[in-house]
């Protein structure tokens, strides 16, 4: 049984008849992080590469640096819980982050609202690719979304060199996608500098983020951005470009490195 | 000048060849929430609205039960905060509320797993609606959505009566949407238990607990509901329409609510 989706029964309405049909529907699991069996965050996922999750999740909020950090992963499906034991620069991304959890109220969304609390490094690159090998990716990607195709309730993410994807990861939440890529790219030894990060989700500032600590210089959506994942943008040395679609985009930071 | 959208310069590459434009993008601004001088949570959200979305958290949290809980609201745009005074239900609802946020480390997405958590009541209704009420009233919410149409980066969701639209709120945050819209119908004393709730956005299954808060027989939405919500809505005997687009419909739960 594929844990990702589920067929559920549907009754479709069309031109005023109606019609049982047996539905795909993407499944949504809560998925508890512990780190060194501390409690940290329960996300809502879709139910693959749960070590990707939990790893991804942990790098982005400064937990882990690097593959050696990591000692043990325990995946347990029916208890809903990851646990990843690790060692590196625990101490002070906890404090960092259970001062951020503990004052905002609220977490994953609130996390890095100052950029200054976001401990990223620019981007500093000569980076260049040409704007029919984005749009090209693009649409590698969009073949590629099978359970999107299935279910309609997924967004998805990749990693890529400019040719072509490296992985690619569907999950019901849009954060998720880009943690699974993260922790796919650690423990893969996989240097991200000069790749591409393609999502199907808006460019919000939480995904700017996620995406420039990786070191990431270009993000590319078919979706829109937001203002202040411009603003990030600019500030972090990471080139946006979005409405890729259409043989279209704009770009709105550092086009000079997208030639057209 | 509109704080929902800014014109930012942008790249436009179409078939080989660029010209600058300038494009509206949505803005992403932090807004924390305080309950009697306490902050509980910062909400990525379009600067509209703003006292609506606060009640409207606090009531889809269990804080607020009713109009006369509220003493005083204050706005502070620059500041970036909204400050609720009030009083009713507050102290058992702060204890679950911060009980759960700091166990779970993390915040809104986390609040309601358990569904006995959610303290919600089971719908119970005679509810009924024709499909082509459903469908025309997805298509006057689309109308309505000026920013989305301008930005392509918010999403939308509606109270409506079965043959108009009452209260439209769009936001860049799903969740945001129908919290305005809870805050709004308290504010308007709008008895929820017979109207239909519109999202843009999939429903997940936060997005239907919220929903189900206040008694509202109906969500429909353009685009897929989660294996989660579906369960939920059994639960709580809420009827999810999704997929309803181009003269068409799915319908999971209590079907015999929508007449073809």
Redesign the interface.
């Known amino acids: 049984m594929d844990p990702r989706?589920?067929l559920?029964?549907?009754?479709?309405?069309?031109?005023?008849?109606?019609a049982t049909?047996e539905?795909p529907?993407?499944?949504?699991?809560?998925i508890?992080i512990y780190y060194n069996d501390q409690?940290?965050?329960?996300?809502?996922c879709t139910l693959e590469y749960l070590d990707e999750l939990a790893v991804g999740f942990l790098r982005s909020e400064g937990f882990i640096r690097e593959k050696e950090d990591i000692r043990d992963i325990k995946i347990d499906p029916v208890a809903g819980s990851v646990r990843v034991s690790a060692g590196g620069p625990a101490a002070v991304a906890q404090n960092t982050?259970?001062k951020r959890?503990?004052?905002?109220?609220?977490?994953?969304?609130?996390s890095f609202?100052h950029l200054s609390d976001a401990v990223c490094k620019r981007v500093e690159t000569g980076f260049q690719i040409n704007?029919?090998q984005v749009l090209n990716l693009m649409i590698q990607a969009q073949r590629r979304s099978e359970l999107f195709k299935m279910?309609?309730?997924v967004h998805s993410s990749a990693v890529c060199t400019k040719d072509k994807i490296l992985f690619f990861r569907e999950d019901?939440g849009r954060h998720n996608t880009v943690d699974k890529l993260s922790g796919r790219c650690l423990f893969d030894g996989v240097d991200t500098k000069d790749k591409i990060l393609l999502t199907t989700g808006?460019i919000?500032?939480?995904i700017l983020i996620k995406s420039a600590k990786l070191g990431i210089p270009l993000i590319a959506s078919r979706?829109?951005?937001?203002?202040?994942?411009?603003r990030h943008a600019a500030e972090l040395g990471v080139t946006i470009a979005a409405?890729v679609r259409n043989?279209?985009?704009?770009?709105?930071t550092y086009?000079e490195r997208?030639i057209?």
């Open positions: 989706f589920k559920v029964r549907a009754y479709r309405i069309k031109e005023g008849a109606s049909i539905d529907v993407t499944c949504e699991t809560p508890t409690e940290l965050v329960t996300l809502l982050f259970l959890y503990l004052t905002t109220g609220c977490g994953k969304g609130t609202y704007s029919s279910t309609g309730g019901i808006r919000s500032s939480e979706s829109a951005p937001t203002d202040l994942a411009i409405f043989q279209k985009m704009n770009v709105y086009p997208v057209p």
